[in-house]
């Protein structure tokens, strides 16, 4: 794989530095219910306070919203990022997706976002496949170089790609189907076992697009409705009663998973199995975590819902490696080239 340029290379001695990352963590009632992606930001803001950047301008997205939205200001992890760097000359600018081009990787949105400044340094792994102004555009605008978190994401996730230990087990799971469904084609093939639950489980029950066969569950925490107090019941997974959800996996589908998990030696996991953010509907996702850190092998866990289960659980040290990328990781993994990676000189 090709290395993009370090910003340990980059002369950053009184410049005034860009540093896109990825500073979108899940928030609930405006609160960050995970900062996983706050402190894995850190090492590089810290390398160039260190070596003398006279300003340091810290951009991310926060969220999908559509322009302007107060639910979505930047605010909250400001200010947490504020507490675990204080230094003045950090400061953090207002969600990217507010500014109109952004999501467009218009130019003219890169060249406002880099005026008055000198270098360039993206950080931002778990955005690294997105072409946006703030990944991309801006790497062309500005001498541009690779932030410690992003080359050590590509480091570990390229293991992966290279002769694994088998049995090789692929988990994934979550409700951005259509994010995961094209990398899983592409990513399943290299796989001894691919298990597949949450939302995503359900598209690949009705019609299984893959050329190869994926463990499914076969119960499912039932929900009469989408809401966490909903009335609930296992059910079976292909039996659902009449306009009901399934929002976990079922015990007997946590049992067959993890031990499918546990019997591996390289795990990739991205995804949780359910709603579980909402405790009651928790069970499937923590049963794979648990079952993921029990693996003595090569491990990888992706993707903003399953990290959290893992720190969650204080797993974080039992696993080889946590990834801030969920979508990114996938698409590393599939093979493809990541737009904010390859706008970034090589090393
Ligand atoms: C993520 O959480 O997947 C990344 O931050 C990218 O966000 P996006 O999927 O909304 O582009
Ligand atoms: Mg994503």
Known sequence: ????????????????????????????????????????????????????????????????????????????????????????????????????????????????????????????????????ASTEAVAHVLPAYAGLLLLAELEHLERLLEDVERPFVLVAGGAKVEDKLGVLKELGGRADTVIVGGKMAEELRDENPLDFAVELPSDVVAAASFAEDAESRVAPFDDLPQGWLGLDIGPETRARFGELVRGASTVFWNGPMGVFEWERFAEGTKAVAEAVAAVDGYTVVGGGDSVRAVSELGLDDEVSWVSTGGGASLELLEGKELPGVAAIPSA
Request: aromatic share 4%; charged share 30%; glycine share 6%.
């Open 1 to 132: 794989m090709r290395l993009p340029r370090s910003v340990e290379e980059a002369p950053v001695k009184s410049k005034r530095v860009l540093v896109r990352c990825d500073l979108n963590v899940p928030l609930e009632d405006g609160r960050i219910a995970d900062e996983t992606r706050i402190r894995a930001a850190l090492p590089t803001l810290e390398l160039l306070l260190e070596r003398g950047a006279s300003e340091i301008v810290v951009c991310s997205h926060l969220g999908r919203p559509k322009g302007h939205d107060p639910a979505f200001e930047v605010a909250p992890v400001a200010a947490r990022l504020g507490d675990l760097v204080s230094d003045d000359r950090l400061r953090v600018l207002e969600n990217t997706r507010f500014l109109h081009g952004e999501t467009e990787n218009d130019p003219e949105t890169a060249r406002q976002l880099a005026d008055g400044l000198d270098l360039y340094v993206n950080d931002a792994f778990g955005s690294a496949h997105r072409a946006h």
